[in-house]
């Protein structure tokens, strides 16, 4: 069973959602239509990693891009919830990477099919501790980072997000239900690139959580 690290406790990690087209530049960037409702897919468990642990990229891809995203840790049961009380259900927020084998992604989407291979090897996803609500002012105005070998690639506000966290957190807890210990990977901004093996890769929230994984 994997965990995840929540104001430094171990917690059973539940669900993995992943919002996709969230930023308008990304989006533009990746030459993909606007979405009208939030574009949700998942990832299995068996693709999470915390800091400390090596990236490994999958020998059937050749162009896995990084997408540094804000996520949030959901820690009670959520169903059909307003976007007025929808933050009520956050238990903390974290940074991360939905890592994507984007030639993969790329097939399967002219074939039509789902994009599960592109998005849930193992260590596709992964995450930084949790931090409390409480010490965030604004989760709606917030900047993180992603350096790669010291070099800026990523930059994102969650101000720019099509569809706010609580948006995110009423829709999925009318669609599908939320539990404790699910967490949403809530988009990416632009700046999305390949990977090679010997990257090291900082994810920063300003003033909040540094983060560092490595290519192995
Ligand atoms: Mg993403």
Redesign the pocket.
């Known amino acids: 069973m994997k965990t995840i690290l929540v104001e430094g406790r171990e917690v059973t990690l539940g669900n993995i959602f992943?919002i996709?087209r969230n930023y308008a530049e990304h989006v533009k960037e990746l030459k993909n239509a606007k979405p009208t409702e939030p574009v949700v897919f998942m990832k299995p468990t068996s693709a999470i990693i915390q800091a400390g642990e090596d990236i490994r990229l999958p020998d059937y891809s050749h162009d896995v891009h990084h997408?540094c995203?804000l996520i949030i840790y959901i820690d009670k049961e959520a169903n059909s919830v307003s976007q007025q009380r929808a933050l009520d259900y956050v238990g903390g927020y974290g940074i991360g990477l939905?890592l994507?084998a984007r030639d993969v992604q790329s097939q399967l989407k002219t074939k039509g099919l789902p994009w599960t291979k592109a998005k849930g090897f193992p260590s596709a996803a992964c995450v930084s501790h949790f931090i409390s609500p409480k010490l965030i002012d604004d989760i709606n105005v917030q900047q993180f980072c992603l350096k790669v070998n010291g070099e800026l690639r990523q930059q994102g506000n969650t101000k720019d997000m099509m569809f706010t966290c609580a948006e995110i957190i009423s829709y999925l807890s009318k669609v599908y239900g939320l539990q404790a210990g699910d967490i949403i990977?809530t988009?990416?901004p632009a700046g999305v690139a390949a990977l090679q093996s010997g990257d090291e890769l900082e994810l920063s929230w300003a003033g909040k959580i540094d983060v560092k994984f490595n290519v192995a």
Do not use: A
Request: net charge negative.
């Open positions: 992943c996709g997408e995203e939905d994507t990977y988009g990416t």
